[in-house]
């Protein structure tokens, strides 16, 4: 699986953004899809996932209430929308695949995008 991700960009404070990742693979169906992001001078952090068939999400304490995950299996994307956003938001954002062999939530992903930046000015 190939992940792209894109939408990023700079901000105010208080607005809100869509993050999309598309995929290319013939089993992307299968994959529990999740979104990351590392900060700088910081660690990466665990923002949201979804699972396969996008029945269930689940989201990192500090974004969650702001962000809402979504995928399109037809169209081989996984979204992540952020909302009242904060300069403590900027970061740069990866979206991430795990096979269905990783459990739920995944304990590890298996492939990763190369990350788009999010700048939140106050």
């Known amino acids: 699986v190939q992940l792209q991700a894109s939408g990023g960009g700079s901000v105010q404070a208080g607005g809100s953004l869509t993050l999309s990742c598309a995929a290319s693979?013939?089993?992307?169906?299968?994959?529990?899809l999740g979104w990351f992001r590392r900060a700088p001078g910081k660690e990466r952090e665990f923002v949201a996932a979804?699972?396969?068939?996008?029945?269930?999400?689940t989201y990192g304490d500090s974004v969650k209430g702001r962000v809402t995950i979504s995928r399109d299996d037809a169209k081989q994307t996984v979204d992540l929308q952020v909302n009242s956003l904060k300069p403590e938001d900027t970061a740069v954002y990866y979206c991430a695949a795990a096979q269905i062999t990783k459990g739920w939530p995944p304990f590890e992903y298996d492939y990763w995008g190369q990350g788009t930046l999010v700048t939140v000015s106050s």
């Open positions: 979804v699972s396969w068939g996008g029945h269930t999400t």
């Open positions: 693979g013939r089993t992307f169906s299968s994959y529990a």
